[in-house]
């Protein structure tokens, strides 16, 4: 067995919202944890046709990860104003 190296952690739940959209904030920077593309509510999202200042709690229920498809359950909260 393999043993795990200070400081690492091996999970996502530190950064992760778990679905539930009523523990953001409209401003909240979030990362998907797949391939690590960055969702920011400032730039929106080319991809998808998001306009500027959507937060990501009023993106579709439809919208993936631009980059990977990954679902919205697998972005991670990177930066909570």
């Known amino acids: 067995m ?3 190296q200070p ?3 091996m999970s996502f739940s530190g950064g992760s919202f778990g679905g539930d959209l009523s523990k953001l904030s409209d401003d909240s920077v979030l990362e998907c944890k797949i391939c690590w593309h960055v969702y920011d509510p400032k730039h929106g999202d080319d991809v998808w046709q998001i ?3 959507t937060p990501f ?3 579709p229920e439809h919208w993936a990860c631009p980059n990977c498809d990954g679902a919205r359950e697998d972005f991670m909260v990177v930066d909570q104003a």
């Open 57 to 59: 709690s009023q993106l």
């Open 2 to 4: 393999s043993e795990q």
């Open 51 to 53: 306009p500027a200042g």
């Open 7 to 9: 400081g690492l952690n």
